[in-house]
Each structure stands twice: as C-alpha cells, then as structure tokens.
Nanobody
C-alpha cells in the first residue's frame, strides 16, 4: 500500500519561506509523477507543482512560478516543495500526490489535474499572515 506523508507546514509571515516534504513508502521505487496540490477553505483543490521522478522534469501553476521549487531525492523516496516569498493567498492545506509508475501524463497536461493522481497524503497546513 502506497503511503505519502507530508511534513514541513506551519505559520509564517508574508515574505517568509517554508519547505514541505513528502515521504513515500509502500512501493518499489520507480519513475512516476509526483505532485503538490493545495486546498484553501471553500475552494477547489489546486495543482501547484509536479515532478517526474525519472528525469526530474517539472511544471508549475502560474502563481507558483518564480517562488516555488519542486525537487526530489530518489534515494530517500522524498519530494520537496521549497516555497519562498509566501503570500497570504498561499494559505491552504498542502497535499502530496503520486501517479502510477511509468505514467508521464500527470506531469504533462496543460493543467495539473488531480484526477490523474492515484495516491494522496493527509496534508500539511500552511498559513501565511500579512
């Protein structure tokens, strides 16, 4: 059973930084799409960034470009989201998600589609105050 455990959330002031981690377990390491999503109260879950663990290709939602960086450590089965220049609009629960091994589609669409991901973590809260 694939398990994803997020950590690193917290409360920061606007302009601050946080680094989220997603530790994966329960499967044989292989190339797959990993994504970070977020959901603010009353809003739909939004894709923030994706990475293909095989080659490291990445994609970002427009609001994250230039501020957030997704990366992976395949030896540790861990994906990270470095968030700089945080803004109050970044306040949300952040979720890690994983696609099926070998599928690149979740990392390649014009939008980051939550329906392309098969496994989800429980989330970590990020709160940014002005």
């Amino acid at each position: 059973q694939v398990q994803l455990v997020e950590s690193g959330g917290g409360s920061v002031q606007a302009g601050g930084s946080l680094r989220l981690s997603c530790a994966a377990s329960g499967y044989t390491p292989s190339s797959r799409c990993m994504g970070w999503f977020r959901q603010a109260p009353g809003k739909a879950r939004e894709g923030v960034a994706t990475i293909y663990t095989g080659g490291g290709s990445t994609q970002y939602v427009d609001s994250a470009k230039g501020r957030f960086t997704i990366s992976r450590d395949n030896a540790k089965n861990t994906v990270y989201l470095q968030m700089n220049g945080l803004e109050p609009d970044d306040t949300a629960m952040y979720y890690c998600a994983a696609g099926l091994p070998g599928r690149k589609k979740p990392c390649q669409g014009p939008e980051i589609d939550r329906d392309e991901y098969d496994y989800w973590g429980q989330g970590t809260q990020v709160t940014v105050s002005s």
